[in-house]
Antibody, heavy 119, light 110 residues
Framework: QVQLVQSGAEVKKPGASVKVSCKAS????????INWVRQATGQGLEWMGW????????GYAQKFQGRVTMTRSTSISTAYMELSSLRSEDTAVYYC????????????WGQGTTVTVSS | QSVLTQPPSASGTPGQRVPISCSGS????????VNWYQQLPGTAPKLLIY???QRPSGVPDRFSGSKSGTSASLAISGLQSEDEADYYC???????????FGGGTKLTVL
């Protein structure tokens, strides 16, 4: 079946970086964009950016420009999201989600990865 | 402060019809399709409505979406207890060059 499986929970210190993976299966990885969305506890959804796995092209929300990098490995159908200079406000659940293109509905979501930033 | 505006809460009794509004601007809802997501407690969001009013396979026809100008609406008819969840609208924003979400509406089934 079509699914996105994310890496496990992470605990990081302020100033560190975190890299979350998202492994796709059940479909052609390069045929759908991968979006990253995060959600702090008790808060709403926040879009971080997108990546086209075929071209490697990316687009990031202004808030995260300079701190986020989205990459992929097509050989293992896996997308990555790296966030640097972590601060306590980055503590959240991070989701990857696929979409047919920019602005299209995200129809398959990963299970989420909890990132905790604490000294 | 979310770019798209939703009421923080909504409620209804079983069997009722409940609307959830989503207000935006010309750079997002006014010029791009709206998608709706349902998030049950402790789970990942699920696509409920795409391209304003289309239902993915498996979504009951009790859920419907509409759009007019810079506003959109999700309607849930024949409300059921399992519909208790958070609902989010989203759209591409041409000015921000990214996806914007509403703040979410918590639906309570009384």
């Amino acid at each position: 079946q079509v699914q996105l499986v994310q890496s496990g929970a992470e605990v990081k210190k302020p100033g560190a970086s975190v890299k979350v993976s998202c492994k796709a299966s059940g479909y052609t990885f390069t045929s759908y964009d991968i979006n990253w969305v995060r959600q702090a506890t008790g808060q709403g959804l926040e879009w971080m950016g997108w990546m086209n796995p075929n071209s490697g092209n990316t687009g990031y929300a202004q808030k995260f420009q300079g701190r986020v990098t989205m990459t992929r490995s097509t050989s293992i159908s896996t997308a990555y999201m790296e966030l640097s200079s972590l601060r306590s406000e980055d503590t959240a659940v991070y989701y990857c989600a696929r979409a047919p293109g920019l602005g299209y509905g995200m129809d398959v979501w990963g299970q989420g990865t909890t990132v905790t930033v604490s000294s | 402060q979310s770019v798209l505006t939703q009421p923080p809460s909504a409620s209804g009794t079983p069997g009722q019809r409940v609307p959830i509004s989503c207000s935006g601007s010309s750079s997002n809802i006014g010029s791009n399709p709206v998608n709706w997501y349902q998030q049950l407690p402790g789970t990942a969001p699920k696509l409920l409505i795409y391209y304003n009013n289309q239902r993915p396979s498996g979504v009951p026809d009790r859920f419907s979406g509409s759009k007019s100008g810079t506003s959109a609406s999700l309607a849930i008819s024949g409300l059921q207890s399992e519909d208790e969840a958070d609902y989010y609208c989203a759209a591409w924003d041409d000015s921000l060059n990214g996806v914007v979400f509403g703040g979410g509406t918590k639906l309570t089934v009384l």
